[in-house]
């Protein structure tokens, strides 16, 4: 559920290649569990990169503000779509690199499955065996929650083996954000409707960057990221609008409807002017020049800016404590983004 991205982007100051292997160590030879610790912490990075870890803070907002809108605080059963969430989002970035494995051979071969430090056998099998957690962790939220896991799930797959280079990839894609913040709501309170508007706002952002993430490997044209540029700020407007200016029933938290409670306007702008920044500073330099390192980055930018826009959707719906909940994540993301590339 991420778009990819190729290797000019990736982080040159920290690399699982940099660390001394067993045999390159001047201690390798004296003490053994020096080089068992090294070819640990290498295992564990291969696989860190593999799934994309940083990317995961960009997905219990969506369980989050699914659950915010209709009007629930979140429960038990909003932790179980989180993990689900959780599990079908790895399962997603497993199973697209074991897709993409002839083309990183040739594009990216530093990735953990072309340099060999992950089999794509176990790649695969990690697809399988988390896809199926999730769907499991969603049946015990109930019978409305895999109603929704099922299709979500079935997107993922559809998009890393047959659509995603196709027409249809960068709806595939928005449809599967859509459905993961539908799923939060369908496990907090059963109904998906009075999410069907915050959903379409991030499958709107989702299907925008995933466009602009086509010209990652060559370049392109200036047009997707003016598209996404005016994407991001038409949904910026929406988001400091209360729901009743959009034509949405408002909030049902008693004591935090947006139209009663001033703290959800400002945090609603703040969030807001999060989102525009995140996402529409590196889209305009991608606009200005399309070059493959500058789209690069608008895609990291989008991605990242979705912590913010679900931050946002949860506040309009009047969910300060998840609002403030899921702001909380961009740090940690934006830290670990740092070491392991989010795309």
Known sequence: MTPRSPGPDRPTTTSPTQSPTPSQSPRAGTTSGVGAGAGARAWAWAWAELLRLPALFTVPGDALAGAATIGTRPNPRTLLAIASSLCLYEAGMALNDWADQTEDALERPHRPLPSGRIHPSAALVAAGAL???????????????????????????????????????????????????????TATGGSARPALPSALTLATHTLAVTTVSRGETRGGSPLAPLAALATTGTLAWTLTRPPEALGTAPSRYPATAPSRHPAADTLRTVLAAAFVTTSGRPLLHAALNPSAPLTQRAVGGGIRAMIPLQAALAARSGALASALLTAALAPAARRFARKVSVT
């Open 131 to 185: 896809t199926a957690a999730g769907l499991a962790l969603a049946a015990r939220a109930g019978r409305p929650a895999l109603a929704v896991a099922a299709p979500l799930a079935a997107t993922v797959w559809a998009y890393d083996l047959a659509l995603k280079r196709t027409p249809a990839g960068p709806a595939a894609m928005a449809t599967a954000r859509g459905l993961d913040l539908l799923l939060g709501a």
